[in-house]
């Protein structure tokens, strides 16, 4: 059975960092494609940062590019999301999801993660 347990979300002031942790159980973090989404009160599921099996460029949503980065550690076995620069509108619910492709719409990932929280207020 595959899953996927994120954390290292928590509360920060603006301006301040996170790095999200994403460690899978049951696959590997190179066998598939491994997204990063996020879920605002009252808003729909959106595609932060996704990274495919292969060498290709992560996709990064436009709100997070220069902010952001996604990497993954074969050795730990690990997605990890650092997180820089923070801004209010960063608040979310923060899930790892794995999937055969890279993809920014949530259907196409099969497990999810149950989420961490990211708070940024001052």
């Known amino acids: 059975e595959v899953q996927l347990v994120e954390s290292g979300g928590g509360l920060v002031q603006p301006g301040g960092s996170l790095t999200l942790n994403c460690t899978p159980s049951?696959?590997?973090?190179?066998?598939?494609?491994i997204g990063w989404f996020r879920q605002a009160p009252g808003k729909n599921r959106e595609a932060v940062s996704c990274?495919?099996?292969?060498?290709?460029?992560?996709y990064y949503a436009d709100s997070v590019r220069g902010r952001f980065t996604i990497s993954r550690d074969i050795a730990e076995n690990t997605v990890y999301l650092q997180m820089n620069s923070l801004k209010s509108e960063d608040t979310a619910v923060y899930y790892c999801?794995?999937?055969?492709?890279?993809?920014?719409?949530?259907?196409?990932?099969?497990?999810w993660g149950r989420g961490t929280q990211v708070t940024v207020s001052s």
């Open positions: 999801a794995s999937g055969g492709v890279v993809s920014t719409s949530p259907r196409h990932y099969n497990y």
């Open positions: 049951g696959i590997t973090v190179h066998e598939l494609a």
């Open positions: 990274i495919a099996t292969s060498q290709g460029a992560p």
